[in-house]
C-alpha cells in the first residue's frame, strides 16, 4: 500500500491523479473489512493456531521439530510466530513487496544457512491449510497470498 501511495505521489505531483490511478486505493479501500477482520481474528487466535500448526506438524512423517540431535521446538516456533506476525500485518497494510524484501529475503538467508529448506517447505505448507480453521472463506483468501509468499521463498 505505501510503495504505491508513495508512486502516485510522485507521478502526480502537481496535478490531479487519474480514476485508473486511483484504482488501487479504491481495491485496497473495498478489501479494508475483510483485512481487518481477519488481522483481529488471527491476533485475537495466534496462540491456538501457533499450538494447532505444530500440532499438524507433529502429526507428519517428517520430524520438523529435531534437527539432528537437537531439539528445536522453541526456536521453530519463535521463528513461525515471528514471520507469521509480519505476514499477517502485511495483508493489514496491503504491502507484500515489504514483507518480501524485508523479512522474508533475510530469513531466507538464515534457513539456507542452517540447511532448514526442507522443514520450512513442510512448515510454511502446513499453516496454509491450518488457517482455513480459523478465518472465514473471504479472510482466507485475502491471507493465502502472504502464507503463500512465506513458502515460496523460504523452501526455494
Not at 524484501?101 to 510454511?124: D, F, H, M, P
Amino acid at each position: 500500500m505505501f510503495k504505491p501511495l508513495t508512486r502516485l505521489t510522485i507521478d502526480a505531483d502537481g496535478r490531479y491523479a487519474t480514476d485508473q490511478e486511483l484504482q488501487f486505493l479504491q481495491d485496497f479501500l473495498d478489501t479494508a473489512e475483510t483485512r481487518i477482520s481477519a488481522y483481529e481474528k488471527i491476533r485475537d487466535s495466534e496462540e491456538q493456531i501457533i499450538h494447532r500448526w505444530e500440532a499438524q506438524k507433529r502429526g507428519l512423517p517428517q520430524d520438523t521439530f529435531h534437527m539432528g540431535n537437537r531439539d528445536v521446538t522453541e526456536i521453530c516456533r519463535r521463528d513461525m510466530t515471528n514471520v507469521f506476525r509480519c505476514s499477517i500485518t502485511a495483508i493489514l497494510f496491503g504491502d507484500l513487496d515489504r514483507l518480501r524484501e524485508g523479512l522474508l529475503i533475510w530469513y531466507q538467508t538464515i534457513v539456507r544457512a542452517y540447511n532448514y529448506t526442507e522443514y520450512a517447505k513442510i512448515s510454511y505448507k502446513v499453516i496454509q491449510e491450518t488457517i482455513k480453521e480459523f478465518l472465514e472463506p473471504d479472510e482466507v483468501a485475502m491471507v493465502l497470498p502472504a502464507l503463500k509468499l512465506d513458502h515460496t521463498i523460504l523452501s526455494s
